[in-house]
């Protein structure tokens, strides 16, 4: 049987857990040449850019192609997060201003090269959803999650539901479904709505809010970097710490190390 993956969020986890989680494989393989245990570590680590820097860092690539490397992975997620919280974005806009969710799928859309489903399968999938509410959902709560790791054709089905349900049942009917979204961003956005906040003020949270989670992710992305480059190349523990307190806020320190 597989093993499970750990459960490891680069984007909700603070800057100083990122620091902490670097530093105790600095402790699980002290000065040693032999990085198996780092190997073994990216094999059960859920967390997609932290195991692609397992898989890079610790092989017979150049200090340069792992930063390269690095950067582009960072880049390239980080535009998909992008793309994620936008649609987030227009979906709880949407929801506040009762939205026909066919103009959703439309604004939906727009940031796609090609839609990741069909626009008519999104809206008759939307609806079968709309359909488990209120009471026969139990058992299928995933069906109604929100998050920026998933795959793109769920996540805009789940944001058409979400679009579908206000305009059927009001957005204070959304109210029930918060604990069932896993996203941060969308969820206090959707609070925001639901508790009647006026729809400009929203606005300007959801833009201000995400341009501070993705440069807070890009900090992230660039410490654990440099962090997995120190202990490939065996930089003493003291050393590797302050180099992670660079990235940290003034005054911040490391969590649990």
């Known amino acids: 049987m597989a093993e499970a993956k ?44 932290i195991r692609y820097l397992l898989q890079i860092g610790f092989g017979n690539f150049s200090e340069d192609t792992i930063r390269t490397m690095a950067k582009v992975k960072a880049q390239t997620m980080q535009s998909a997060m992008e793309r994620k919280f936008d649609c987030m974005r227009i ?103 639901v508790d009647g906040f006026d729809v400009p003020f929203v606005r300007k949270w959801l833009k201000k809010h995400k341009e501070a989670l993705l440069k807070d992710m890009e900090y992230k992305c660039a410490m654990s970097t440099e962090l997995c480059v120190g202990i490939a190349n065996r930089l003493d523990y003291d050393d590797l710490h302050t180099m992670a307190r660079a990235y940290l806020p003034s005054g911040g320190g490391v969590q649990g190390v």
């Open 6 to 49: 750990h459960d490891f969020d680069l984007l909700e986890m603070p800057v100083e857990g990122v620091a902490a989680y670097w530093l105790s494989l600095k402790k699980l393989v002290g000065n040693k040449r032999n990085f198996k245990a780092i190997h073994e570590e990216a094999q059960h680590t859920s967390e997609e850019y």
């Open 91 to 193: 979906a709880v806009l949407d929801v506040a201003t009762a939205e026909n969710p066919h103009r959703s799928i439309a604004k939906l859309y727009a940031d796609f090269p090609q839609p990741p489903v069909p626009g008519d399968k999104a809206i008759k999938y939307a609806q079968e959803l709309l359909k488990l509410m209120p009471d026969k959902y139990k058992g299928r709560e995933h069906f109604f999650n929100v998050g920026y790791r998933i795959p793109e054709e769920k996540l805009i089905v789940a944001l058409l539901f979400y679009v579908f349900y206000a305009r059927h049942q009001g957005k204070d009917a959304c109210q029930r479904l918060l604990p069932l979204i896993s996203s941060a961003y969308f969820r206090d956005a959707l609070s925001m709505v």
